[in-house]
């Protein structure tokens, strides 16, 4: 009897500092939307961007360039990067470039070893691959196979070599670059679009399972999931899209997203959107009822079946 009161006054224990700590983080997050936390500096840090040949990677590398950073350009097509490399040189910027393939183990390991030995211990990472564009919605995709091994599994290989850099060096941050598909798996399943939308949530649960795996190790290495609206993008609108309700979504530039991500990594935000306002409408998607939310999705209905 006493045994089976004191676990009740655990437990009664347990459940008070819970709730008091959740009204706290509560009140803490309502009161970092009015006041954010500090941009940190990242002048000297080494950065690895992976799709930095075109756009979204290509003005965050850039930008990175501005800020101070040292940053290893990785794209397939290192063509693409030869021109926008210049221009970050003239900036003062530290950059180099290097071809490869994210979905070949074995070329991923080889160019992280080149960076860390010509750049030094990588301390930032962001993948830009595999974020779905207006046009790959619109067109035929890729088969199956090709869209999992980019946006997915070419996850695993980066970070095999990349996290104990980071472990070495004593910090890091990673920055996990998806399509809004990921804040729900709300794909409509009509033609090509089953496998971007079911790589960009499984892209959503792999950041999740690293953020808890990393706290729990005591790992001073912090993961950032960007949710990007693939329409928000102007200048790879395609023309055949429509937007249901223009003056609700609208577009911007590239380098205006980059900028919000950078804003948002710099704050050590865990999870964030681009626009903004999105992860708000992700999380009231999860708590509707399944038919409640397919009425929202049909509202906010862009023209193509996606997320």
């Not at 309700?245 to 980059?258: D, K, L, R, V």
């Not at 704050?267 to 009425?295: C, D, Q, T, W």
């Amino acid at each position: 009897m006493l045994l089976r009161i004191y676990s009740l006054c655990v437990l009664a224990l347990d459940l008070t500092l819970l709730f008091i700590g959740i009204f706290c983080t509560i009140l803490t997050t309502i009161y970092r939307m009015f006041c954010p936390p500090p941009l940190k500096n990242i002048n000297r840090e080494v950065v690895m961007v992976v799709g930095a040949g075109r756009g979204i990677g290509k003005e965050l590398a850039l930008q990175l360039c501005q800020l101070g950073a040292t940053v290893a350009w990785v794209d397939i097509n290192v063509e693409a990067c030869t021109a926008v490399i210049q221009r970050a040189q003239q900036l003062n910027g530290i950059c180099k470039s290097y071809q490869c393939d994210v979905r070949d183990k074995d070329a991923v390991a080889q160019t992280v070893n080149l960076i860390k030995n010509q750049l030094g211990e990588i301390t930032m990472f962001f993948h830009c691959c595999g974020l779905p564009s207006p046009r790959t919605l619109v067109q035929e995709s890729s088969e199956v196979r090709d869209v999992m091994d980019l946006s997915v599994i070419s996850y695993f290989w980066l970070l095999d070599s990349i996290l104990p850099c980071m472990r070495r060096s004593g910090k890091g941050h990673i920055t996990i670059l998806s399509s809004v598909a990921g804040l729900s798996n709300g794909s409509s399943g009509r033609g090509t679009r089953v496998p971007l939308s079911t790589a960009q949530f499984a892209v959503q649960g792999l950041a999740e399972s690293l953020h808890m795996e990393l706290r729990h190790s005591n790992s001073n290495i912090i993961v950032s999931l960007v949710h990007v609206y693939p329409f928000i993008i102007g200048t790879e609108v395609a023309k055949d899209i429509r937007f249901r309700i223009p003056s609700y979504f609208g577009t911007m530039p590239a380098a205006e997203a980059a900028r919000q991500i950078l804003d948002g990594v710099r704050r050590n935000y865990a999870e964030f959107s681009v626009p903004g306002y999105l992860l708000y409408l992700g999380h009231v998607l999860r708590i509707l009822p399944k038919k409640a939310s397919f009425m929202l999705r049909d509202l906010l209905d862009t023209g193509v079946d996606f997320a």
